[in-house]
């Protein structure tokens, strides 16, 4: 899937933009409710979570468990399903919170 970007407009030129997942992004569906980026909350901060698989190609597995939930790889305090975030946001959010390593 090809990245969204906007452009921007800068001294009369135009700079085409990445439009990125970030914290807006994860507020906006309630994952700042059980996850911070930096330190432990109910869930591993998101810089823990880039940092265990730093260099492994997951984000598809990561995905799944967003939308479907789970328990035990943090410990057995279980994260719900969220099946109702759409599938894009979620691939942003994944991919944004593996950039935080």
Sequence with gaps: MKAATFVLA???????????ADEALAKKHNCLAC???????????????AKKYKGQNVGAQLEQKVKKGGVGVWGQVPMPPNAAVPDGDVKKLVDWILKQA
Aim: aromatic share 4%; glycine share 8%.
């Design 10 to 20: 800068l001294a009369g030129a135009a700079l085409a933009v990445p439009v990125q």
């Design 35 to 49: 996850h911070t980026v930096d330190k432990k909350a109910v869930g591993p901060a998101y810089k823990d979570i």
